[in-house]
T-cell receptor, first 115, second 113 residues
Framework: GAVVSQHPSWVICKSGTSVKIECRSL??????MFWYRQFPKQSLMLMAT?????????EQGVEKDKFLINHASLTLSTLTVTSAHPEDSSFYIC???????????FGAGTRLSVL | AQKVTQAQTEISVVEKEDVTLDCVYE???????LFWYKQPPSGELVFLIR??????QNEISGRYSWNFQKSTSSFNFTITASQVVDSAVYFC??????????FGKGTMLLVSP
């Protein structure tokens, strides 16, 4: 139980294009999902918290127009990196928290490389 | 403000050795949760354990055990008889209520044959 699927696992794109990453909770309903960014050999940095049906809450310093988050259902959240640039290259990882349970279950992450 | 400190950046052991990963936390809240996650080279964070602040009972799960000491604000993780498959980065994390997770910087464990 508590499986979170993240897709794609790896994406290479040209500078200026947009990339969408999906995060799905497969066997539970996630009222809250989280998006993190992780640089090599560093810890996870929370980018935003998304609650189903409402706007995401972004952490300080994270551009909401750059990183669009949609949490349209209790099992799906998407992160769109708009007009990606090489400095956006990173490992993005999502997590989902079941309603009433304070545990975050993580996806496998997406490695984004912007050329 | 909350803080999690994992002072050990990297630990190298030989298979079958026991190893303890340290975690020290800071919080002003009386109700909080502590977590350990494992991140193997594949990247996915694997949930290992959650402990709430009112439960100081130590826990054992197979070769894994956790020692929660409120008096020293520590939540240490011990792997007994380590195996190569235990090689990963291990993160300790803290949350108060349903707040966001505060992660430590992680400890990379390398287990060699």
């Amino acid at each position: 139980g508590a499986v979170v699927s993240q897709h794609p696992s790896w994406v290479i794109c040209k500078s200026g294009t947009s990339v969408k990453i999906e995060c799905r909770s497969l066997d539970f309903q996630a009222t809250t999902m989280f998006w993190y960014r992780q640089f090599p050999k560093q810890s996870l940095m929370l980018m935003a918290t998304s609650n189903e049906g409402s706007k995401a809450t972004y952490e300080q310093g994270v551009e909401k127009d750059k990183f669009l988050i949609n949490h349209a259902s209790l099992t799906l959240s998407t992160l769109t990196v708009t007009s990606a640039h090489p400095e956006d290259s990173s490992f993005y990882i999502c997590s989902a928290r079941p309603g009433g349970k304070n545990i975050q279950y993580f996806g496998a992450g997406t490695r984004l490389s912007v050329l | 403000a909350q803080k999690v400190t994992q002072a050990q950046t990297e630990i190298s052991v030989v298979e079958k050795e026991d190893v303890t990963l340290d975690c020290v936390y800071e919080t002003r809240d009386t109700t909080y949760y502590l977590f350990w996650y494992k991140q193997p080279p594949s990247g996915e964070l694997v949930f290992l354990i959650r402990r709430n602040s009112f439960d100081e009972q130590n826990e054992i799960s197979g070769r894994y055990s956790w020692n929660f000491q409120k008096s020293t604000s520590s939540f240490n993780f011990t792997i007994t008889a380590s195996q190569v498959v235990d090689s990963a980065v291990y993160f300790c994390a803290l949350s108060s209520g349903y707040s966001t997770l505060t992660f430590g910087k992680g400890t990379m464990l390398l287990v060699s044959p």
